[in-house]
């Protein structure tokens, strides 16, 4: 069975960091692109950061570039995302999803329940 947990939300103050972690069962990394994607309040789900099968990081949205990064522990079979220089606008519900192989957004087969980050000025 495949399953996907995002977990380490919460609540920071604008300029804090946390660390997200995306948990991962019925699968190997090794095969799968893991990508990262959140919803704010009233706006549509984007696609954030993504590491592919050969662990090269995609990042989607410029505004992200510098703050977030992601790295991947294949023995606990668990990624993580940095996030540092938080700001108001990055508060949304995070989620992490599985593609074969590659970072396509619309291959994204299988997701997790989100975890929800809220950044206060």
């Known amino acids: 069975e495949v399953q996907l947990q995002a977990s380490g939300g919460g609540l920071v103050q604008a300029g804090g960091s946390l660390r997200l972690s995306c948990a991962a069962s019925?699968?190997?990394?090794?095969?799968?692109?893991i990508g990262w994607f959140r919803q704010a309040p009233g706006k549509e789900r984007e696609g954030v950061l993504c590491?592919?099968?050969?662990?090269?990081?995609?990042y989607w949205p410029d505004s992200v570039k510098g703050r977030f990064t992601i790295s991947s522990d294949n023995a606990k079979n668990t990624v993580y995302l940095q996030m540092n220089s938080l700001k108001p606008e990055d508060t949304a519900v995070y989620y992490c999803?599985?593609?074969?192989?590659?970072?396509?957004?619309?291959?994204?087969?299988?997701w997790g329940k989100g975890t929800l980050v809220t950044v206060s000025s």
């Open positions: 590491i592919n099968s050969s662990d090269r990081i995609i």
């Open positions: 999803a599985a593609a074969r192989r590659y970072c396509i957004r619309s291959e994204m087969a299988y």
């Open positions: 019925g699968f190997s990394f090794d095969h799968y692109a």
